[in-house]
């Protein structure tokens, strides 16, 4: 069965390092998301991605964080200058257009530790 | 008010038994529904969607009450698998259907032998 892959699966990182986390969305998907689950709390949506461009983002997605598609298979979530609060769990999603019940597929997360 | 509102829980229940969660939201717009699973430090994974009609899959049955703005989600002869928290979400109606989830805090449900 086709899955989202993501690495690495735990990455620790000093305060003020750039990150970047990586995704391979399921291969005929074309919508892409981020979200993030801070230890205890809910998930939350990041961005949204469709046709290289962003198609949604929300205020906890700002100038510090970018999403690319550099390729055909990749999509990746940079956070330029990490902060104690960006510590979380970082789940990529991704879904094929179909009707609104499109399911997103997640992938089973990146477990960001800032220090 | 919170978009999406659960009761946290934990709810422990016994082997067997049945259990029911509600799930409130605050918009009233055309929405989609769903509940997700989400085991310890593990993705979430979409258990079912939930219809306007309510819908059964198994053991597992989602109702939809609009007028009341609630969700509900009934578990019969409960199996220790079952222990996991689950996520009531709602999604955007549109066209695009790229729209995106918004989550619970979740319900932690624990299944006692």
């Known amino acids: 069965e086709p899955e989202v892959t993501q690495t690495p699966s735990h990455q620790v990182t000093q305060m003020g390092q750039e990150v970047i986390l990586r995704c391979v969305p399921i291969s005929n998907h074309l919508y892409f998301y981020w979200y993030r689950q801070i230890l205890g709390q809910k998930v939350e949506f990041l961005v949204s991605f469709y046709n290289n461009e962003i198609s949604e983002k929300s205020e906890i997605f700002d100038d510090q964080f970018s999403v690319e598609r550099p390729d055909g298979s990749n999509f990746t979530l940079k956070i330029r200058s990490t902060k104690l609060e960006d510590s979380a769990m970082y789940f990529c999603?991704?879904?094929?257009?179909?009707?609104?019940?499109?399911?997103?597929?997640f992938g089973p997360g990146t477990r960001l530790t800032v220090l | 008010r919170k978009e999406v509102e659960q009761d946290p829980g934990p709810f422990n229940v016994p082997e067997g038994a049945t259990v029911a969660f509600n799930c409130t939201y605050s918009?009233?717009?055309?929405?989609?529904f769903f509940w997700y699973r989400q085991d310890c430090r593990k993705e979430p994974k979409l258990l079912m969607s939930v219809y306007s009609s309510g819908n059964e899959d198994g053991r597992f049955t989602a109702q939809l009450n609009r007028a009341s703005q609630y969700i509900s989600l009934l578990i019969r002869d409960s199996k220790l698998s079952d222990s996991a928290t689950y996520l009531c979400?709602?999604?955007?109606?549109?066209?695009?259907?790229?729209?995106?989830?918004?989550f619970g805090t979740g319900t932690r449900l624990t299944i006692i032998p």
């Open positions: 999603a991704s879904s094929f257009p179909g009707t609104a019940l499109n399911e997103q597929f």
């Open positions: 979400v709602v999604k955007p109606i549109s066209n695009f259907g790229n729209e995106k989830l918004t």
């Open positions: 918009n009233s717009a055309s929405q989609s």
